[in-house]
C-alpha cells in the first residue's frame, strides 16, 4: 500500500480533528511573529506626516472586488491618516467595478472620523 492509498484510507473525522487543531492553537498560543515595516510604507507615512494640514490628499482608488481583501486595508489606513491631519482629500477611481467599493471606503471613514463630504473630502 503506497502513501498516498493510505492517505485515503483515513477518516475524514480525524481529518477535520486535524485541521481544527491546526486552526485553534495558532489563536490560543501565538507565536509572536514580528512585523516589519518596510521602507516603503515607512516612506509613505513619513511623507504624509510631513504634509501640512489642510493640504490636499490625491488618492486613487483603483480596484475592484478581486483584489479587496489586499487593498481595501490600506485605503482605509490612508484615509484616516489623512483625516487624523486633517488633510483635504480628493478621492478618485477609474474602475466603474471599485466605484461602489471605493464609495464605501470613503463613507465608512469619513463617518468613523467626523468629515464632510464637499468640505473635508470628495469623491469623483
Request: net charge neutral; glycine share 6%; aromatic share 8%.
Amino acid at each position: 500500500m503506497t502513501f498516498a492509498e493510505r492517505m485515503l484510507k483515513i477518516d475524514r473525522r480525524i481529518i477535520f480533528l486535524v485541521i481544527g487543531l491546526c486552526t485553534l492553537l495558532p489563536l490560543l498560543y501565538p507565536v509572536g511573529l514580528p512585523i516589519k515595516i518596510s521602507n516603503e510604507v515607512r516612506g509613505v507615512y513619513e511623507h504624509i506626516e510631513s504634509l501640512p494640514e489642510g493640504s490636499v490628499f490625491l488618492l486613487s482608488l483603483d480596484f475592484d472586488p478581486a483584489s479587496k481583501p489586499e487593498l481595501q486595508p490600506q485605503a482605509i489606513s490612508l484615509l484616516r491618516h489623512a483625516f487624523k491631519k486633517n488633510l483635504r482629500v480628493i478621492a478618485l477611481t477609474l474602475w466603474v467595478s471599485g466605484t461602489g467599493l471605493a464609495d464605501q471606503i470613503i463613507t465608512q471613514v469619513a463617518r468613523e472620523t467626523g468629515k464632510e463630504s464637499g468640505k473635508d473630502y470628495v469623491f469623483l
